[in-house]
């Protein structure tokens, strides 16, 4: 808009020095910029009929990023910022195109053409989605912008190649351990204060799951094997146990799935179903939204998840929003200890214009999620915040997804103001993921393969008690192997 604005300025000082009156469209503009010793010609000319500028173009914007129907507050507080956005922007059409990215209906979607403007997918997808020319080149938009310097440059360089830029952060997360902080306080596993005495260790994760379930009867994990979050959360596990899952040599990803570290830490997993007996009655039935509905309904009381889901135990599925804690995952048998961190980025389909991706960032400014700490950018914060402390869901910190101290600094002003949750219930969290090394991005390679190969032996594990884990290791290693090969180290 600042653009535009600048430009119309720019031709109406032509216009002028060239004695040509140009109708400005307010009785303001035309005092303020009719020169006061025209001629009589020039009065002439004025009073001549001239046309009006051209409307703004039309323009329809898809939203991807709309919420699902049954997250009532969450569609209201979006037709608040169509409202504000509208006022600025009346030429542009929004249009909510609720998308939630699945691998498998993705390519369909974008071969098609029929996908919305803006959508969210995972850090592991962009650059397939680049290499597939299913997504738009924003780096000449985000540069007019002043944006590109303001976005953290470890999570700009997975939304970039060859020095061009595909998308924006939308946020980030480290896996931490969710808490039903009930059934800690109904198995007794509560210090002084009435804190969760949270495992610090995985041994100690299986014995805690152990006294809740015979105290409660509830699982004491939520084990994912129906899907690739799966294989996604099992990756945190192994590292803690010493692995590496994909290896890079002479330039080609190599497949380290059967190391004995590895192997090791699907073991542990076999002994949570048979040994401890901890896990919900199906795990083959459990995928990353039924993780949360075992959560927040006491049908389980540990589950791995990151912080920027914590309103799906709670407004979603009913946990009190003071009944919800997070831990850092366990450390392993020699005390490694990691917290996968990845994200959700905004990207923009191909077939976007550059008009229409302009009107999806604008978008993002009033809902405070880009890097400006305007009063819109600021006022969408503060909804965001108030819409949270309505539905019960814990308002805490972000992860720092942009760099901008301006912003930072309003996201932190923001949680002082509105924070309802005792910060205590989630300092091991915060506190462990800033140490040195705690971090750790999704493996290389093909994360999304790697994941379903190895829920593949997950599912194995949990449903035959004499399941030989290394066998089935091997056998997901060189599967894995093979789809290096023919997709990737070609």
């Avoid at 209906?105 to 803006?118: C, K, R």
């Avoid at 309103?311 to 005390?335: I, R, S, Y």
């Avoid at 976007?352 to 950018?377: C, F, R, W």
Wanted: aromatic share 8%.
């Amino acid at each position: 808009m600042k653009k535009m604005k600048k430009l119309l300025s720019l031709l109406l000082c032509l216009a002028l020095s060239m004695s040509l009156l140009v109708a400005c469209g307010t009785k303001k503009e035309e005092t303020a910029e009719t020169p006061a010793d025209n001629t009589t010609t020039e009065v002439t000319k004025a009073a001549e009929p001239t046309e009006a500028p051209a409307p703004a173009e039309k323009v329809q914007l898809t939203l991807g990023i709309w919420p699902e129907d049954t997250l009532t507050a969450d569609v209201e507080m979006h037709n608040g910022y169509v409202k504000t956005f509208n006022a600025t922007h009346p030429n542009v059409e929004v249009v909510p195109a609720y998308y939630k990215y699945a691998t498998d209906t993705f390519v369909p979607l974008a071969e098609s053409g029929n996908l919305p403007v803006i959508f969210e997918t995972w850090y592991t997808e962009p650059q397939k989605l680049i290499n597939g020319g299913f997504v738009a080149d924003i780096t000449d938009i985000l540069t007019e912008r002043g944006w590109v310097e303001k976005i953290n440059p470890s999570i700009r360089d997975l939304l970039s190649k060859d020095g061009r830029i595909y998308g924006i952060p939308r946020d980030g997360y480290a896996l931490g351990l969710m808490l039903n902080v009930e059934l800690f306080e109904q198995a007794g596993l509560v210090d002084a204060d009435g804190y969760p005495i949270y495992p610090k260790t995985w041994t100690e994760l299986a014995e805690t799951a152990k006294k809740i379930k015979d105290a409660t009867g509830s699982a004491g994990l939520c084990l994912l094997a129906k899907d690739n979050a799966g294989g996604w959360h099992f990756s945190n596990i192994a590292w803690a146990f010493g692995a590496t899952l994909t290896t890079e040599e002479n330039g080609k990803f190599v497949a380290n799935v059967d190391s004995a570290e590895a192997i090791a830490a699907m073991e542990y997993v076999k002994s949570l179903r048979w040994e401890y007996d901890v896990l919900t009655p199906d795990p083959t039935n459990e995928d990353w939204g039924s993780g949360f509905v075992n959560l927040g309904t006491g049908a389980a009381a540990m589950y791995i998840a990151a912080n920027d889901a914590v309103n799906q135990p709670t407004q979603v599925n009913g946990l009190a929003v003071d009944k919800l804690a997070m831990c850092a995952l366990p450390a392993g048998p020699t005390g490694q200890q990691f917290s996968l961190s990845g994200g959700t980025p905004y990207m923009f389909s191909k077939n976007a214009t550059p008009e229409q991706i302009n009107a999806a960032l604008d978008y993002l400014e009033v809902m405070g999620k880009a890097p400006v700490a305007t009063d819109d950018a600021i006022a969408g914060m503060r909804a965001d915040a108030q819409n949270r402390v309505a539905n019960g869901v814990p308002v805490i910190p972000r992860f720092p997804c942009w760099i901008a101290e301006d912003v930072l600094a309003a996201e932190d002003s923001i949680v002082a103001e509105f924070g309802n949750v005792d910060p205590k219930l989630y300092d091991n969290y915060f506190t462990t993921i800033k140490k040195a090394g705690n971090l750790r991005l999704e493996e290389v390679g093909s994360a999304q393969d790697l994941y379903a190969e190895l829920t593949k032996v997950l599912q194995a594990v949990v449903t035959d008690k004499n399941a030989d884990v290394a066998a089935l290791m091997k056998t997901a290693d060189e599967n894995y192997q093979t789809i290096l090969d023919t997709t990737i180290n070609k």
